[in-house]
């Protein structure tokens, strides 16, 4: 990211100890199906141009790239930046998902999967901030995917450890995370809950018109009404 000194975000900590060993993680292993859903749905095609938000090491722009897709991989953790710039030729570059240093209309698709850039803001205005600046990024009638903690699901699959706050949407987790040798740390990880019906209003206040709002679940994406037993939801979004 350019320009003067900025706060870091909690997350960057946590990508700086975990390194690689985020790979290992079990949502991380169904990339390729989430890509061959993807590429399916959004008619992706050799040549076109995407930007992925919230890469973090770049699973879903490399395995984009791999397939010919034109990819720029946008993400705040350095550490994750690193590791994706190690594995392959997409570019990538060190950028807050609220100011994406790209020129407006100038992708013909932009995606945020896995609570990337979308969803970890702390529950204020700034995640609907994330999904007005993938709108700005799009040419007319260019398509969003994104995904989104379920509050549905949130609330009805409370774990030990977790907590939701019922003002903000938020799911606060105390949890223990490990690097590659195999050291723990013990962290806190806030990560914003929507229903369907706030997703669709963020996505119209951003010139967004939603095209599919599906219930998924990280390694199983497919057309599935929303439901309470699903994490995630995907939202499919078409500028207008």
Same mark, same amino acid.
């Given at each position: 990211?350019?320009? @003067? +000194?900025?706060r870091?975000?909690?997350? $960057?900590?946590?990508a ?7 790979l290992r993680?079990?949502f991380?292993?169904?990339? &390729?199906q ?5 590429? $399916? ?5 050799s040549?076109?141009? *995407?930007l992925?938000v ?13 397939r010919?897709?034109? *990819? *720029?991989?946008?993400?705040i953790?350095?550490?994750? /930046?690193?590791?994706?710039r190690?594995?392959g030729?997409?570019?990538f570059?060190?950028a807050?998902?609220?100011?994406l240093?790209v020129?407006?209309?100038s ?6 999967l896995?609570q990337g850039g979308?969803? /970890?803001?702390?529950?204020?205005r700034?995640d609907?901030d *994330?999904v007005? $600046? ?7 009638g @260019? /398509?969003? +995917?994104f995904?989104?903690f379920?509050?549905y699901?949130?609330?009805?699959h ?5 907590s939701f706050?019922?003002l903000?949407?938020?799911?606060? &987790?105390?949890?223990?995370?490990r690097?590659?040798?195999g050291?723990?740390?013990?962290a806190?990880l ?9 997703l669709?209003?963020?996505?119209v206040?951003s010139?967004?018109?939603v ?5 998924v679940?990280?390694g199983?994406?497919g057309?599935r +009404?929303p439901? /309470?037993d699903h994490?995630e939801?995907?939202v499919v979004a078409?500028?207008?």
């Amino acid at each position: 990211m350019t320009g @003067g +000194a900025r706060r870091p975000h909690w997350f $960057e900590a946590l990508a700086d100890f975990m390194g690689p060993a985020y790979l290992r993680y079990s949502f991380t292993q169904g990339t &390729e199906q989430e890509v061959g859903f993807l590429v $399916e749905t959004l008619g992706l095609a050799s040549g076109q141009r *995407v930007l992925d938000v919230g890469c973090g090491p770049g699973r879903h722009a490399l395995a984009l790239a791999r397939r010919g897709v034109d *990819v *720029v991989g946008i993400d705040i953790a350095w550490r994750f /930046l690193e590791l994706a710039r190690g594995a392959g030729p997409p570019r990538f570059a060190q950028a807050d998902a609220r100011r994406l240093p790209v020129p407006t209309a100038s992708v013909d698709v932009a995606l945020s999967l896995c609570q990337g850039g979308f969803g /970890l803001l702390g529950g204020g205005r700034d995640d609907a901030d *994330v999904v007005a $600046e993938m709108a700005r990024a799009l040419r007319p009638g @260019g /398509l969003a +995917a994104f995904t989104a903690f379920s509050a549905y699901f949130a609330v009805s699959h409370l774990e030990p450890g977790e907590s939701f706050d019922a003002l903000t949407g938020v799911v606060r &987790e105390r949890t223990v995370v490990r690097d590659e040798r195999g050291e723990e740390l013990e962290a806190d990880l806030w990560t914003t809950c929507f229903t369907p019906r706030e997703l669709g209003l963020v996505c119209v206040a951003s010139g967004l018109e939603v095209l599919h709002l599906w219930s998924v679940r990280p390694g199983r994406y497919g057309a599935r +009404a929303p439901d /309470l037993d699903h994490p995630e939801l995907l939202v499919v979004a078409r500028r207008r």
